[in-house]
């Protein structure tokens, strides 16, 4: 079975910085694209920013300038570094990734998220 977990995530001041990890552990036998996704009360998940294994990233622009996206493929792990945190970025931090155990087949997981929470 194939898992993801993310952590990092807290309650930070507007301004702020954090760093996110989303760790894959599991039988399997390549990673392709992996993505952090958030979720805040009563909006819809939306896609913050996605990364390659090749490393080509892409982002959300609401996050452009202020949000890196970066991964190991040795350790398997994927991060969020986060800066100039603003209240409008509070919300549930999901990670996904492209994993396949075959070689050709893959398939979407899913972390269970980690809270991240702007105030003051």
């Known amino acids: 079975q194939v898992q993801l977990v993310e952590s990092g995530g807290g309650l930070v001041q507007p301004g702020g910085s954090l760093r996110l990890s989303c760790a894959v552990s599991?039988?399997?036998?390549?990673?392709?694209?992996m993505a952090w996704h958030r979720q805040a009360p009563g909006k819809q998940r939306e896609l913050v920013a996605s990364?390659?294994?090749?490393?080509?990233?892409i982002y959300t622009n609401s996050v452009k300038g202020r949000f890196t996206i970066s991964r190991d493929n040795a350790k398997n792990t994927m991060y969020l570094r986060m800066n100039s945190l603003q209240p409008e970025d509070t919300a549930v931090y999901l990670c996904?990734?492209?994993?396949?155990?075959?070689?050709?087949?893959?398939?979407?997981?899913w972390g269970q998220g980690t809270q991240v929470t702007v105030s003051s």
């Open positions: 996904n990734a492209d994993v396949t155990k075959s070689g050709t087949w893959y398939e979407n997981y």
């Open positions: 599991g039988s399997y036998r390549r990673i392709a694209s």
């Open positions: 990364i390659s294994r090749d490393l080509n990233t």
